[in-house]
């Protein structure tokens, strides 16, 4: 297997729901509900993410909800 095909997924840094919150909130995104232990945030355009409130959010979930969020990886770095 080659192994750059992981290293973009190496530059996320570990953050938990606050800090993830805090860059989503920056790009418009707000908290509409809380289900359970889940924090749906959404934008009024008609994009939307459930946040877990974990104090790590894994790598492969961070990415989703950057992409459900139609943000790139850059884009969500630049707004820690």
Not at 29 to 50: A, C, D, K, T
Not at 60 to 66: D, E, Q, S, Y
Request: net charge positive; with cysteine; hydrophobic share 35%.
């Amino acid at each position: 297997m080659h192994q750059s095909c992981y290293r973009n997924d190496l530059s996320l840094p570990v953050l938990g729901w606050r800090e993830v919150l805090g860059a989503l909130k920056k790009k418009g995104f707000y908290p509409s509900r809380q289900r359970g232990s889940h924090i749906i945030v959404e934008n009024g355009q008609g994009l939307w993410s459930s946040v877990p409130r974990k104090d790590e959010l894994g790598k492969g979930l961070l990415l989703a909800i950057i992409n459900d969020c139609g943000l790139t990886k850059e884009e969500f770095l630049e707004l820690l």
